[in-house]
């Protein structure tokens, strides 16, 4: 696709209910980045994947999130038992080549949980 | 701890004026470091990349300098337009492949 791709735009959870939010990285990018962003702060990073290598999960904030990117396009954040302090945006990014290459943000996720 | 800060949390402007924005980072292996903004509600644009090996970088009323060693990066933005307010925001990207971000800059231009 022509960018990075997000979806839903939009999400309510009651609380305790698990959401899948997906993120469809420009065709060929090697690099995806997923971060949580607070209102009125800048984007935490949450986890880091090389094609279908997740290498870096440290941003991840308890075990009730979990990231995938099975077939290295696609990925898939998953919450677990959404909590009223996972109200968020969540953010994709890809890259084409890490470190050497723009990073390019999809629109983002906003997620409520009620 | 690897820390991204941006200087001032927010600035407002009249009109014209150049102004210019602060990002300092506290280690200095990194690979690049790139420049976004954000409208409200709105997912980050890219406005410039600096690659680690290079001092700046230029794109229209836009230039972004880097200085690894001392842990600095400054986005200057001439002749300021009501068109770019924004949050602005400096993105770094660790040798680890880890990206931070600073808080942003929140900037308003006024007509």
């Known amino acids: 696709g022509a960018g990075v791709s997000q979806s839903p735009r939009y999400k309510v959870a009651k609380r305790g209910q698990d959401v899948a939010l997906r993120c469809d990285p420009i065709?060929?990018?090697?690099?995806l980045f997923w971060y949580q962003q607070a209102l009125g702060q800048g984007p935490e990073f949450l986890t880091y994947?090389?094609?279908?290598?997740?290498?870096?999960k440290s941003g991840l904030p308890s075990d009730r999130f979990f990231a995938e990117r099975p077939e290295g396009s696609v990925s898939t954040l998953k919450i677990q038992r959404t909590q009223q302090e996972d109200s968020a945006v969540y953010l994709c990014?890809?890259?084409?080549?890490?470190?050497?290459?723009?990073?390019?943000f999809g629109q983002g996720t906003r997620l409520t949980v009620v | 701890k690897q820390e991204v800060t941006q200087i001032p949390a927010a600035l407002s402007v009249p009109e014209g004026e150049n102004l210019v924005l602060n990002c300092s980072f506290t280690?200095?292996?990194?690979?690049?470091l790139q420049w976004f903004r954000q409208d409200p509600g709105k997912g980050l644009t890219s406005l410039l990349l600096?690659?680690?090996?290079?001092r700046e970088q230029t794109s229209g009323r836009l230039n972004a300098s880097l200085d690894k060693s001392s842990g600095r990066s400054t986005l200057y933005i001439a002749a300021s337009q009501p068109g770019d307010s924004a949050t602005y925001l400096c993105?770094?990207?660790?040798?680890?492949?880890?990206?931070?971000f600073g808080a942003g800059t929140r900037l308003t231009v006024k007509p």
């Open positions: 990014a890809s890259s084409l080549k890490t470190g050497y290459t723009e990073a390019f």
């Open positions: 065709s060929g990018h090697v690099s």
């Open positions: 994947f090389q094609n279908e290598a997740q290498l870096d």
């Open positions: 280690d200095s292996a990194i690979y690049n």
């Open positions: 600096i690659q680690s090996s290079q």
């Open positions: 993105a770094v990207l660790y040798n680890n492949n880890d990206m931070r």
